[in-house]
């Protein structure tokens, strides 16, 4: 397995709901450091909905969803860049250099890396329909640049799913779609979803 992936490269999408137990964050942790360790270069993509949830509720404002994509209000939108690009990204950022590992925080926004559009959402039963889910993007490019300087220096990359428009505007943009556009850029050997 080892001498089949050295020198590859595998996203890993570690979702929001794969990190409410301590002892598996530490496990997950120690997993992709030894991934690094033996020569295959994980990037790691993360999402945070239970996160955003749980602070959207503190704040009093509730989450709304419309065919599985949170609504995204800037209101929201400010909730789900602090969260994810604070506090959940610093989190795996460092149970990973715990670990013995050496991660970075990115967003989509370093190194010009994720731009994004609105996206359109066409209703599921009516298409000809559109609903509005506020700043949720649709990716146009990914560029992987700053992510591959990073493997090539040793680093683990930890992004987080927020892309920008023509205007500088943020999108938040589903981690699932992050991750396989990342994977298709990097010609990734893997794309595991946690």
Do not use: C
């Amino acid at each position: 397995y080892i001498r089949k992936f050295h020198g590859k490269t595998m996203v890993i999408k570690y979702g929001g709901n794969a990190m409410t137990d301590p002892a598996l964050q530490k496990a997950f942790a120690e997993d992709v450091v030894l991934l690094k360790l033996v020569g295959i270069n994980p990037v790691v993509v993360h999402g945070g909905g239970p996160q955003i949830e749980g602070l959207l509720k503190r704040l009093g404002k509730k989450g709304e969803f419309i065919q599985g994509m949170r609504v995204t209000d800037p209101e929201t939108m400010e909730v789900v860049e602090w969260v994810l690009a604070g506090e959940v990204q610093q989190d795996i950022v460092g149970l990973i250099n715990q670990a013995g590992g050496k991660a970075v925080g990115l967003t989509g926004r370093d190194g010009g890396m994720i731009r994004a559009q609105k996206l359109k959402m066409v209703d599921s039963n009516d298409p000809t329909k559109e609903h509005d889910v506020g700043q949720v993007g649709d990716i146009v490019s990914v560029d992987p640049s700053v992510v591959k300087a990073l493997q090539d220096d040793a680093f683990i990359p930890v992004i987080s799913p927020i892309g920008f428009g023509e205007a500088n505007e943020s999108y938040n943009i589903n981690a699932d779609v992050v991750a396989a556009k990342l994977a298709t850029v990097l010609q990734a050997e893997k794309l595991m979803m946690l």
